[in-house]
Each structure stands twice: as structure tokens, then as C-alpha cells.
């Protein structure tokens, strides 16, 4: 079992950045995949970036490519998304998930988080 819970988001003007953090519980976070997602209002959920167990395998949704970072940092049990260059169209809840492989599905993923809002005003 794998407890995830987001912090981080907030208010910022476009053009500026937020670090959301990801903090799980529980001693198997390291055999983990982790991903980030986001869910505008009145959208779906979509797949922003995912980063596997040893760090060598990252992807990111073309939308945040070269704005946005993930990282992680197995002690503690962090996953990190730095969030660079904001747009309004960033705006929406961002959620941490856990998962046993990449997916672009939000139903592939095992554990979620309680997502942290994320709103950019132009």
C-alpha cells in the first residue's frame, strides 16, 4: 500500500513557476514508477510526465516539454514537478500517482494522490 500526498500548487502569474512535491508512504516507493497528471475544470485527466524507478526512463506530455521537470529522490520518498514558464492553460488540479509502468491512461496507474489545485492567471 502506497499513500501519496501532493503539495506545492497555488496562485502564480503566467510566465512564473511552482514546485509541486509528491511524498509517499511506504517502504516500496523505490520499485515504483511516478507520475504527475492534471485535471482542468470540466476536462479530463491527462498524463503530464512520468519518471521510473531508476531515473533512466522520463517522459513528458508535448503540451509541458521544456517547461516542465520531474525528479525524484527515492530518500526521501519524493517525486518532484518543477513547473517553469506557467500558462493560464496550466491551470488545474495536478496529481501524483504511482503505478507499476508508464501509461497515458489515469486507469493504469495503481495509487493516487489527493491532487494540490495549480491556478495561472494571465
Known amino acids: 500500500q502506497v499513500q501519496l500526498v501532493e503539495s506545492g500548487g497555488g496562485l502564480v502569474q503566467a510566465g512564473g513557476s511552482l514546485r509541486l512535491s509528491c511524498t509517499a508512504s511506504?517502504?516500496?516507493?523505490?520499485?515504483?514508477?511516478m507520475g504527475w497528471f492534471r485535471q482542468a475544470s470540466g476536462k479530463e485527466r491527462e498524463f503530464v510526465a512520468s519518471?521510473?524507478?531508476?531515473?533512466?526512463?522520463?517522459s513528458y506530455a508535448d503540451s509541458v516539454k521544456g517547461r516542465f521537470t520531474i525528479s525524484r529522490d527515492n530518500s526521501p520518498n519524493t517525486v518532484y514537478l518543477q513547473m517553469n514558464s506557467l500558462k493560464p492553460e496550466d491551470t488545474a488540479v495536478y496529481y501524483c500517482a504511482a503505478g507499476r509502468f508508464v501509461s497515458l491512461r489515469p486507469d493504469s496507474w495503481v495509487y493516487w494522490g489527493q491532487g494540490t489545485q495549480v491556478t495561472v492567471s494571465s
Open positions: 511506504g517502504r516500496t516507493f523505490g520499485t515504483y514508477t
Open positions: 519518471i521510473n524507478k531508476n531515473i533512466g526512463n522520463i
